[in-house]
């Protein structure tokens, strides 16, 4: 990765950028490869409708059952993010589920 200044570098590994892969497509690109490409046109834009389409900004959390969540992402060839847990870990000792967060017993949930 010497083509790149270390804090370049840097800032990329903190963001979960792909440095090397990120570097194979620009070079790739340069030397012509996407030119018989042609551009994608977005035919419009669909309403954010909370189900299909879901607003998400840096406060955002979407809830699943744990299971789901693991099928989803292995079906991506991926795993649990660093930052799931089981719904209710952050709340204080003692402290109750928020309504609507019952579950039957063995149907963990997992927070994204």
């Known amino acids: 990765m010497d083509r790149l200044p270390p ?4 800032d990329m590994e ?6 090397a892969l990120t570097l194979s497509i620009l070079d ?3 030397e ?12 419009g834009v669909p309403a954010i409708d909370g189900s299909s389409v879901v607003a998400m900004g840096p406060d955002a959390v979407y809830r699943l059952p744990a299971h789901e969540a693991r099928e989803r992402l292995e079906a ?3 795993g649990l ?5 089981p719904a209710g870990e952050d709340r204080p000792a003692g402290e109750g ?3 609507g ?5 063995g149907e963990g949930r997992t927070s994204v």
């Open 28 to 30: 790739d690109y340069n």
């Open 81 to 85: 993010p660093g930052s799931a847990r």
């Open 14 to 19: 903190s963001k979960g950028i792909d440095a």
């Open 7 to 10: 804090a370049l570098l840097a």
């Open 101 to 105: 967060e019952d579950r039957p017993a």
């Open 76 to 78: 991506l060839g991926l």
């Open 97 to 99: 589920r928020p309504a």
């Open 32 to 43: 012509g490869l996407y030119d018989s490409v042609g551009s994608v046109k977005a035919a």
